[in-house]
């Protein structure tokens, strides 16, 4: 069956620099949710999105920003990383709209900061 | 605010052993509860989900239990093997959807 596909899968960059992470839904999911897994942490919610719009947000900084496309597609923009946004970012996705409620996650992308 | 609490952080038993793993919340008014495993470095695998209107969910070796009202759930593990050594979280979920997730617990499985 296919699962939520996230790229890269890994990432170096340096402190003030831009970072573009991607996910790919499991196909007709139309809910897609990102989190943040710090070094030794459980994951935290960031943002979440159904049918492209912004349904939830949590603990995002203003230095990110996400949205989803008319593919259903996520993308998770970081700019002026830091050092402490070093973490696994997951990517899920579920499908509201047929009631199906787990979510799937991703194998994630690791972000390292240097 | 949600707290999901899974106690103890980690567990080291013998293979064959049936185990429980717990899990409480302290905001009854959930929607879902998610047991996920994490291999180290690894993402989230899904497990089994309870809607808050179920008790339980069964899944081969693995069953989970709901207790909405006293906000706890445990998952139970039968006849457990090295290859289940893994963290095992626990997250539960609102009305918005987006999971809160407890520290979870890291299982060592000795063969």
């Known amino acids: 069956a296919a699962g939520v596909i996230q790229s890269p899968r890994h990432l170096i960059k340096e402190k003030r620099e831009t970072a573009t992470l991607k996910c790919y839904p499991i196909?007709?999911?139309?809910?897609v949710y990102w989190y943040q897994q710090g070094p030794g942490q459980d994951p935290q919610f960031l943002i979440s999105?159904?049918?492209?719009?912004?349904?939830d947000k949590g603990s995002i900084p203003d230095r990110f920003s996400a949205q989803q496309f008319s593919d259903y597609h996520s993308e998770l923009n970081m700019s002026s990383l830091e050092l402490g946004d070093s973490a696994l970012y997951f990517c899920?996705?579920?499908?509201?709209?047929?009631?199906?409620?787990?979510?799937?996650f991703g194998p994630g992308t690791r972000l390292t900061v240097t | 605010k949600q707290e999901v609490t899974q106690i103890p952080a980690a567990l080291s038993v013998p293979e064959g052993e049936n185990l429980v793993l717990n899990c409480s919340f302290t905001?009854?008014?959930?929607?879902?509860l998610q047991w996920f495993r994490q291999d180290p470095g690894k993402g989230l695998t899904s497990l089994l989900l309870?809607?808050?209107?179920?008790r339980e969910q069964t899944s081969g070796r693995l069953n989970a239990s709901l207790d909405k009202s006293s906000g706890r759930s445990t998952l139970y593990i039968a006849a457990s093997q090295p290859g289940d050594s893994a963290t095992y979280l626990c997250?539960?979920?609102?009305?918005?959807?987006?999971?809160?997730f407890g520290k979870g617990i890291t299982l060592s499985v000795r063969p």
């Open positions: 905001d009854s008014a959930i929607y879902n």
């Open positions: 309870i809607q808050s209107s179920q």
């Open positions: 999105f159904y049918e492209k719009m912004q349904s």
């Open positions: 997250a539960v979920s609102g009305a918005n959807s987006k999971l809160t």
């Open positions: 899920a996705s579920s499908s509201e709209r047929e009631g199906l409620y787990e979510q799937y």
């Open positions: 196909p007709r999911h139309d809910t």
